[in-house]
């Protein structure tokens, strides 16, 4: 497997997951991802906890929990700054996401930040404009703590029960995965675009 871009990749990244200070990055990857960051804490967390299955919840409730506090950084970020960061955020890719933001949030509050936790949509677009917006603190905290603890500890749960039986088959296909990934990935963005 000479010359292997995933395999490569997917080997680095386990050793990082088995680095000492590998909670302290998923914190800050988790952290940050939820206000302006765009790499999801799962890149960190579905290592980790195939390499530490018994660890696995441990690191879903500190993945949630920095997550949390990050998208109370990205709640003050849209309160104190949306004046100044809509011109910008005009000009990224981001401003279609945040327009259909502003609509749910109009329409549905305390669910779209439920499910924008939970789901791949970018949580970092609604934890700014839940500031922006000014939606009432206390729900947008429990929507976010239900939203993406369900989801960090439904992947780490799964990782940590079924990742030991299908990590061999994951290094021996992962570069069809990848480059099938990244085809998946280029094809959304022109689909959409």
């Not at 497997?1 to 302290?24: C, E, I, N, Q, S």
């Not at 980790?48 to 950084?73: D, K, Y």
């Not at 100044?84 to 933001?101: G, I, M, N, V």
């Not at 296909?173 to 990244?182: D, K």
């Amino acid at each position: 497997m000479r010359g292997a871009f995933f395999a490569k990749l997917y080997d680095r990244v386990l050793t990082w997951a088995a680095h000492r200070h590998a909670p302290r990055y998923l914190a800050g990857l988790s952290f940050m991802e939820s206000s302006f960051f765009p790499i999801p804490p799962d890149v960190m967390l579905i290592p980790m906890a195939l390499r530490q299955p018994e660890m696995a919840r441990r690191f879903a409730l500190l993945t949630t929990v920095a997550s949390v506090f990050g998208g109370l950084f990205g709640y003050a970020i849209g309160f104190f700054a949306h004046a100044s960061l809509e011109p910008w955020l005009q000009t990224t890719h981001y401003w279609d996401s945040y327009q259909r933001a502003v609509v749910w949030f109009g329409e549905w509050g305390f669910w779209v930040v439920l499910l924008a936790g939970f789901s791949p949509i970018p949580y970092k677009v609604f934890t700014i404009a839940a500031g922006a917006l000014v939606v009432a603190l206390v729900p947008f905290v429990l929507a976010s703590v239900v939203g993406r603890g369900a989801r960090f500890f439904l992947v780490a749960q799964l990782v940590a029960v079924f990742g030991p039986r299908v990590e061999p088959a994951i290094r021996r296909h992962v570069e069809w995965l990848g480059w099938a990934t990244v085809a998946a990935a280029i094809g959304a963005y022109l689909l959409l675009r």
